[in-house]
């Protein structure tokens, strides 16, 4: 089994529109996890971090479901420029020291 | 920006070849990891650094192999190249937040994109 999972979509969304990903994972014993906003053929950038039930941020929320480990992004008011790969990360709890475990990303598109 | 660089952004290099790739990490970071990407894939775990000894290592051969330096920058080699080799390969640094419990991310270089012919 695999440590993330993610539905790799692709999600097609008009502008304005709300889209939520989720994201599980396999270690009950992980802590934090975070949401990696990667845009095509460039880098992985943080986008949220998640440490106890949830988080938001403008526009963006993201849940946590420790009894069924699962992970949600939720975005509202879809723009154009949240176009991008979505990537749910869980740090390996056995390391301390930042060891990252990668969902292989959610594709989404925003369209006009 | 984060502050992490990669050199250098592109290559391509003939099977059987190695290759350097180098990164220097965020001012006041100590710990440098390093991932492979594949095309569509997310990225996955080569190995870390931490204060220049090696810190956990994911399922990669011993062909890979990496450095950690002083001024806490690195390396990763790859020797005997593949055509499966090809992939992005990012560099990422952190601050490890120790005794916590709690994981650390991590900043991203932009990468290298290797292309193995």
């Known amino acids: 089994r695999k440590e993330v999972e993610q539905d790799p979509g692709p999600f097609n969304v008009p502008e304005g529109a709300t889209v939520a990903f989720n994201c599980t994972y396999s270690?009950?014993?992980?802590?934090?996890f975070f949401w990696y906003r990667q845009d095509c053929r460039k880098e992985p950038k943080l986008l949220m971090s998640?440490?106890?039930s949830g988080n938001e941020d403008g526009r963006f929320t993201a849940q946590l479901n420790r009894a069924s480990q699962y992970i949600s992004l939720l975005i509202r008011d879809s723009k154009l420029s949240d176009s991008a790969t979505y990537l749910c990360?869980?740090?390996?709890?056995?390391?301390?020291?930042?060891?990252?475990?990668f969902g292989r990303g959610t594709q989404l598109t925003v369209w006009p | 920006e984060t502050g992490v660089t990669q050199s250098p952004t592109h290559l391509i290099k003939t099977r059987g070849q190695q290759v350097t790739l180098r990164c220097s990490s965020q001012?006041?970071?100590?710990?440098v990891s390093w991932y492979q990407q594949a095309l569509g894939q997310g990225p996955q775990f080569i190995f870390q650094?931490?204060?220049?000894?090696?810190?956990g290592r994911g399922n990669f051969p011993p062909r890979f192999s990496g450095l950690q330096f002083p001024n806490y920058s690195s390396e990763l080699n790859v020797n005997a190249l593949e055509l499966d080799d090809s992939a992005l390969y990012l560099c990422?640094?952190?601050?490890?937040?120790?005794?916590?419990?709690?994981?650390?991310?991590?900043?991203f270089g932009q990468g290298t994109r290797l292309t193995v012919v």
């Open positions: 990422a640094s952190s601050f490890p937040k120790l005794g916590t419990g709690v994981g650390t991310e991590a900043f």
């Open positions: 270690n009950s014993a992980s802590q934090s």
């Open positions: 998640v440490y106890s």
């Open positions: 990360v869980v740090p390996d709890r056995g390391s301390t020291l930042g060891r990252l475990y």
């Open positions: 001012s006041g970071h100590n710990t």
């Open positions: 650094y931490y204060r220049e000894e090696e810190n």
